[in-house]
């Protein structure tokens, strides 16, 4: 079931782009980090489907890594941020959409009094660190080994694998390394940073233990720290009312982004009125964090998933998508690894190693199903959107059974 | 010529913020800095003119704090942003527009090699310390007091007041204080960041001398540091080539964001070539930086400035402007000192101190402005926008005229 596939305008643009972009391309979105055959460059995208510079269209499983909840051009949500920029987006000061949306989301989440928006998830992480740091005038941050926060100097120094002064690292789920690390911060640990569930690039997703969540809260409340949820990856894709929900605990902070607006420009930090007077002396602000349009898309965005239980849809494919490719990797005895939420699946291979950048089971696989129009992420976690079908998951598991049965032959023991 | 001025709905939409948004607002458009008949909330902007939620009318200068440059809702730039997100915005990948733009911004940009992208002005100046520090292997940024280039924790600690570690403050336009930094530094200096001119709020502006500018590049280019220019304020405004063009000196790195999409949400980076390693070394990436609509907008937007000659249009409506306030304020006998290019106006009062935050008859003035129909922010720097008519001006002036009145009669000695 492949089909001949175009590649000359987007190598054509890479190399334009190689003359006017620093390395050709930056950041999360640099495709040079991805099989050969992945495009760069995109042009449209509805629903489900995102087609590439050179019009080979794909179902898709990563959203944009992860803003897009609903699918892309989504009619409700780009329709209300539409005409609330036909109005007046960016003005001397917000509209009253700002009002709207901080209500709807006070409402859906029952320990926060207060949102403050931005535009990156780095800006609600690095703010909700600052917050922190002025409530308890302390200044470490105590936050799990390898976790990503944002590509701020607050959390990494230069690379990525770099931890930023200023921070002491625990494991995640281990509670007796979260008691050593608050040691080794000898009476200056302000928070606890942790994210909703171990997501970590290219190795196994990690969901938090209910002991876990309730143990840092404890710890937290027992040495006046401030507990800080990282919920830019899972939130408003494993529970409406913030990811830990479910777990009964409930942070100080909470940051969201991603999927909040469908892929409108906007971040959120949620937080409890103790820490108001901490935020009135942390000086923050940005050129476009009170602009309309993505303030109306993200209030359309809840509603829409409120109101079609976006959660349960997402979970039933995700639980076909997971099922699946279980049985179809059986079949063909390639022994992988699905593990973290279902809306936000990672499959690894057996045999692969990302610790030392040795995936090439993941590549192929990726790879294979490239050229068959399903577009999925070697080694960074899937997201799924509401606009996935059952016959989008039917071509996606016929496509993934050819897939396997190459990754089965080129990697025979 | 004050007319009957509704608040009802602004009070309304107050009282509800202050119950979920941390003290009722945060950040630059807090209106609570402004004096009390200027509204919070704003409804919709077009051209020149914007109206708050009591749709009261307002003759704008302060253009949503910098990005408006060719007014609200510029139907070219509009259009370019609508037909891209129409197609789709947020995607696994840049669209071509990304390299269209970049592509301008080089063509235009006769010292840079390439241009980044992101989102915040405060993503492009704290960037820049990154990559300064990489390519130099040191830590400290000289800067200058008092100045704003973001609320990040690498520029501020909390407060505004206060430089964060790791950077060293020097006196704008004067280079003996920057040597003095340097040595001060320890031969630990990265950086030196500097703004396109000197606009820190409610203080005279003062544009770079020649000499201060060109001692900048000679002594970065003796001690092997990085000149960082943050024309985040300036850029677009003062000259399309960088605000720092006119004067013959180019820096290394130059930070770019408000006006450059007329609104739509983008900030940007430009560079040199020698410093593309420190760039592939130093990790940076945003959720929504790779966005495609925002990208069409700046190009719509630099090419529209180009094709009408913005700058001079600017250039001229400002000298109306300060020569219009100049005459008005003498015939009143008020003592007011204007500073800075004219394209980014600032009015001060003699026997105003913003030192001491007692500014009353900048906040009359602007208070009795507001009345008539004209925002002007009482102390922070204005903006022009391409859209001020000879007539918006010619009402302006008018309005001024009794508001100059006002502050005569009322802080006559």
């Known amino acids: 079931m492949t089909t001949e596939r175009q590649r000359s305008t987007d190598a054509a643009l890479r190399e334009r782009a190689r003359a006017v972009i620093p390395n050709g391309m930056y950041g999360h ?3 040079s980090f991805l099989p050969d055959n992945f495009p760069q460059f995109f042009a449209r995208g ?9 019009g080979n269209e794909y179902i898709d499983y990563l959203c944009a890594y992860g803003p897009i909840l609903l699918g892309y051009k989504h009619p409700t949500v780009d329709q209300a941020a539409g005409a609330v920029q036909d109005a007046g987006d960016c003005l001397n000061g917000p509209t009253d959409k700002m009002v709207e949306l901080a209500e709807l989301l006070v409402e859906i989440t029952p320990w926060a009094d207060w949102a403050w928006f931005a535009k990156n998830g780095t800006d609600a992480t690095v703010y909700a660190a600052s917050i922190a740091r002025t409530a308890t005038g302390k200044q470490t941050i105590l936050r799990a080994r390898g976790a ?17 002064d200023g921070t002491i690292e625990y494991d995640y789920n281990d509670l007796g390394s979260v008691r050593a690390a608050l040691d080794a911060a000898e009476s200056d640990a302000a928070a606890v940073m942790v994210s909703a569930f171990r997501h970590d690039v290219g190795i196994d997703q990690e969901l938090p233990t209910v002991e876990f969540a309730r143990g840092l809260r404890e710890l937290c409340d027992a040495n006046g720290l401030v507990l800080i949820l990282d919920d830019v990856r899972g939130g408003f894709r494993l529970d409406m009312a913030g990811s830990w929900a479910p777990l009964g605990v409930d942070p100080d902070l909470s940051a969201y982004c991603k999927a909040i607006g469908n892929g409108h420009p906007i971040s959120a930090l949620m937080g409890r009125d103790s820490l108001t007077e901490a935020v009135a002396a942390t000086m923050s602000t940005g050129s476009y964090w009170f602009t309309a349009a993505p303030m109306a898309a993200a209030k359309a965005t809840i509603e829409t998933m409120l109101e079609i239980d976006g959660i349960a849809h997402l979970k039933r494919i995700g639980n076909q998508l997971r099922d699946g490719w279980q049985q179809a990797a059986d079949a063909h005895g390639v022994g992988i690894r699905q593990t973290g939420p279902v809306q936000i699946p990672l499959m690894l291979f057996d045999g692969d190693d990302f610790t030392t950048r040795n995936v090439p089971r993941a590549y192929r696989f990726a790879a294979e199903l490239a050229e068959r129009g399903v577009y999925l992420h070697p080694v960074h976690n899937g997201f799924l959107s509401t606009a996935l079908s059952d016959e989008d998951i039917a071509h996606t598991l016929e496509a993934s059974d050819e897939a396997f049965a190459v990754v089965a032959a080129d990697f025979a023991d």
Chains 1, 2 share one sequence.
């Not at 509805?46 to 050179?54: E, N, Q, T, Y």
């Not at 990503?148 to 930023?164: F, K």
């Open 46 to 54: 509805a629903g489900a489907h995102l087609w590439d510079v050179d």
């Open 29 to 31: 979105q640099n495709a």
């Open 148 to 164: 990503y926060h944002g590509s701020s100097p607050t959390w990494i120094a230069g690379d990525r694998e770099i931890p930023a």
